[in-house]
């Protein structure tokens, strides 16, 4: 999933990444290797994730940021890129929030889960199984 996504930053100056859900934080911490110029954020609302992401990025002496607390409470427009790998049961609320905070020449990224009755202007498929990288332009 790495390449696809430093792709789809190319020509972008100084992106600002953010991964609402991050987990671990093993994609951000590739990004950043990769990506020197770019601000990486992580948000995670379970502790424990939340714990061994800040922990494994101290360790790896990662750029990336991994702040612990609800994506909601976050002004979108402070970010150029938006990932998320959520439930598909949070994809209208992230898109209602989306579509109000994020500023035009943004792009929000969804992996596995589309946005119901909104087509992505692009689909990448990233694993041999079928999953697939979404993508919206705002």
């Known amino acids: 999933m790495l390449i696809p996504i430093l792709e789809l930053m190319e020509g972008m100056k100084s992106p600002r990444f ?35 992401s800040h922990l494994r990025g101290r360790l790896l ?36 929030k989306v579509e109000s905070e994020m500023a035009p020449g943004s792009i929000f990224l969804s992996y596995e889960f589309i946005v119901p009755f909104v087509d992505p202007d692009f689909s990448l498929q990233i694993e041999s199984d079928g999953r697939y990288l979404y993508g919206w332009r705002i």
Do not use: H, Q, T
């Not at 859900?21 to 770019?38: E, P, T, V």
């Not at 609800?70 to 402070?78: A, E, I, N």
């Open 18 to 52: 953010i991964d609402v859900g991050s987990g671990l934080g093993g994609l951000l911490i590739k990004l950043a290797d990769s990506r020197k110029d770019a601000s990486f954020f992580g948000i995670e609302i379970a502790p424990l994730p939340w714990l061994l």
């Open 61 to 96: 002496k990662s750029s990336v940021s991994f702040e612990f607390g609800d994506f909601y409470d976050l002004d979108f427009s402070d970010f150029d890129v938006i990932f998320c790998y959520l439930s598909p049961a949070a994809m209208p609320s992230i898109w209602a």
